[in-house]
């Protein structure tokens, strides 16, 4: 299995665009997480899924964020309007009863 | 006061050492992650657990829920060892809480 799929691995905008994140879970995992990792804030849960539903999205910072999981091999992750201080790196992580399996992460950059 | 409290924040050891990282929390927690974040930004799922002790190669995690506190230990430490260690738990309320981490460097 080639592990948890993210793309883009880079992305740089400016502020006010939409951009969307997408991650590709591995298969036969039922619960997939959107982490941001921030220097000031370190590691932060946005949402999480299982079996495609949103069981929580108290970390989505504002309305702005929005996830999808359409099926239980696709996720996005979608923030529009973007701002500066979104710049993060954005992990995806899926799982399967015990332990995480992250991806490699997108670095996003909003000007 | 967070939530979760690693220590040290930072370590530098000498290979073969003998290294404990330190997790305490102040939440009632179904369930304790131990992360690896590599250099190069990577992050791997060390352990999850929720109770007792966990082995696996080198690298040993125990928990005690009642003290409400985990280490995670790495004998005989290699270079390849640094990297920066975050402890995670699950609060009763479905929260995922991160500690800090703490950045380990190991030098030969």
């Known amino acids: 299995d080639a592990g948890v799929i993210q793309s883009p691995r880079h992305e740089v905008t400016e502020m006010g665009q939409e951009v969307t994140l997408r991650c590709k879970p591995i298969s036969g995992h039922n619960s997939l997480f959107w982490y941001r990792q921030t220097m000031m804030r370190g590691l932060e849960l946005l949402i999480y899924f299982n079996n495609n539903v949103p069981i929580d999205d108290s970390g989505m910072p504002e309305d702005r964020f929005s996830a999808k999981m359409p099926n239980a091999s696709f996720s996005t992750l979608k923030i529009q309007p973007s701002e500066p201080r979104d710049s993060a790196v954005y992990f995806c992580a899926s799982s399967f009863r015990l332990g995480q399996f992250f991806g490699p992460g997108t670095r996003l950059t909003v000007l | 006061k967070n939530e979760v409290e690693q220590s040290p924040q930072n370590l530098t050891a000498q290979e073969g050492e003998f290294i404990t990282i330190n997790c305490s929390y102040s939440v009632g927690i179904s369930a304790l992650h131990w992360l690896q974040q590599h250099p190069g930004g990577g992050i791997v799922s060390l352990f999850m657990?929720?109770?007792g002790k966990k082995k696996h190669g080198r690298l040993i995690a125990t928990i005690n829920i009642q003290e409400k506190h985990s280490s995670l230990h790495i004998t005989a430490s290699h270079p390849r060892d640094s990297a920066v260690y975050i402890c995670?738990?699950?609060?009763?309320?479905?929260?995922?809480?991160f500690g800090a981490g703490t950045i380990l460097r190991v030098k030969s």
């Open positions: 657990l929720s109770s």
């Open positions: 995670a738990v699950w609060s009763y309320g479905n929260k995922l809480v």
